[in-house]
């Protein structure tokens, strides 16, 4: 990254959201499902905001400052786990022998990463190396990012089951956590510090929250429609296909160590797994 305070990325990418589910719900005609929620359905939706896009999505961007897309992805994962537990405990959903032996490959991926290399420190390598490396601030952030990532679900489902649709609901979401966040851009410091951002830096984070925003709709979509066990798992794919792209696009400064990739392999697996 081109900046200093990663979470600076979680500001960008959530302020760019709102605005494009409005012009979204005008065009489709879905603008008055906002108004459609019952307050707890508002506050269900408020908290997914906050708990997803502002804790989750600021712990991942300090997750992938300090360890990189590849390995970041593989960590957080564990919210596949967390998401799993809730549905069982809280929602009352079923728990298979598939789920089970899944889950058990999405936490080892993870470890798997831990793993010492050439004798050394987790994941070190080549210390001489400009590529990512395992740092105990990366694996928390990471691990944090998986926590807020795996328990917003819930208040997802919560919220969509007190009226309104699914486009209407993320706005909502977004839109909490904007609130949140524009009130600490008071300070004169964290404007100044947006306002000067590298350009090339700044750039990558709008297209990121557009993007990001895009695929959020979807999976508020499918919370709505199928229980927050199927939907996490298939959400947890999302290492393979990080893995093929920063091989594309990104191969010069990401890691592509072989603990890595069967990292991510076991992940996938475990997903598909839960899945079946």
């Keep these: ?21 409005l012009l979204v719900a ?20 408020g908290t997914a905001g ?14 992938l400052k300090y360890l990189g897309a590849n390995m970041a992805a593989v960590f957080s994962s564990l919210n596949i786990v967390y998401t799993i537990l809730l549905g069982f405990f809280i929602l009352g959903e079923h728990i298979t022998r598939n789920m089970a032996l899944g889950s058990l490959l999405i936490i080892v991926g993870p ?20 590529k990512p490396r395992l740092s105990r601030e990366g694996i928390i952030a990471a691990l944090l990012s998986g926590v807020f ?4 679900p819930l208040f997802v489902k919560w919220g969509l089951a007190e009226g309104g649709s699914a486009l209407a609901g993320t706005f ?3 839109s909490s956590a904007t609130l949140i966040l524009g009130m600490t851009m008071a300070s004169t410091v964290r404007r100044d510090e947006i306002v000067h951002m590298d ?41 393979v ?12 400064v990401e890691s592509f160590r072989l603990n890595v990739i069967i990292g991510a392999i076991l992940v996938t697996l475990g997903a598909a797994l839960v899945y079946r």
Excluded: E
């Design 1 to 21: 990254m081109r900046i200093k305070d990663a979470s600076l990325g979680g500001y960008i990418s959530v302020f760019v959201a709102p605005p494009l589910y």
């Design 26 to 45: 005008l065009v489709s005609g879905d603008l008055h499902s906002i108004a459609a929620f019952t307050w707890k359905g508002y506050l269900w939706m």
């Design 50 to 63: 906050i708990v997803h896009f502002i804790l989750g999505r600021s712990s991942n961007y300090w997750s």
């Design 111 to 130: 470890a798997l990463l831990a793993w010492p290399q050439h004798g050394g420190d987790p994941g070190t390598g080549d210390q001489s190396s400009n």
């Design 149 to 152: 990532f795996g328990i917003s």
């Design 172 to 174: 909502i979401s977004y």
């Design 199 to 239: 350009r090339q830096a700044l750039k990558c984070f709008v297209f990121s929250g557009i993007f990001t925003a895009l695929a959020q709709l979807l999976r508020y979509v499918a919370l709505k429609w199928d229980p927050i066990s199927v939907v996490g798992p298939l959400i947890g794919t999302i290492p």
């Design 241 to 252: 296909f990080l893995l093929a792209l920063s091989f594309v696009m990104n191969r010069k």
